[in-house]
């Protein structure tokens, strides 16, 4: 719920309606969750990733990235040859990417990060 509201508040009571829609289970109940959640995911830095906002809820205080598949770049950062969607291309874990010639060169290791770079899959015409 958190997740879905990118953000925003999520108000107590919206809590205990979705969740627990047919049980009378007070909002202690709640402030115990959330503190379960919080030891599994605030950092260990100190940032907190669920804020508590005061006499309403409670909201993510994170960005949180979502994604949906591998950013496919068009060109090898190195040499600029295109790549496309179905080209011979290495990428590392962060996706930067480049020809087959250039990753070659640098010892499929990445001069961006000095991660691995591996094969990037190839992508057929649109789904
Ligand atoms: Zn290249
Ligand atoms: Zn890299």
Redo the contacts with the bound molecule.
């Keep these: 719920m958190l997740l879905d509201a990118d953000g925003g508040v999520v108000e107590k009571d919206a809590f205990l309606s979705s969740i627990w829609p047919n049980e009378d289970i007070g909002e202690a109940n709640i402030t115990q969750h959330i503190f379960m959640l919080r030891s599994m995911l605030d950092d260990p830095d100190g940032r907190a990733c669920i804020i508590t906002v005061a006499g309403k809820g409670y909201r993510l205080g994170t960005p949180v990235e979502r994604k949906v598949g591998l950013v496919m770049r068009g060109l090898?950062e190195?040499?600029n040859?295109p790549l496309g969607m179905s080209d011979d291309a290495r990428i590392c874990s962060y996706e930067c990417t480049?020809?087959a010639?250039?990753a070659l060169s640098f010892e499929n290791i990445c001069p961006n990060c000095g991660g691995e770079l591996v094969a990037r899959p190839r992508r057929n015409s649109a789904p």
Aim: glycine share 0%.
């Design positions: 090898c190195r040499c040859r480049f020809c010639e250039c």
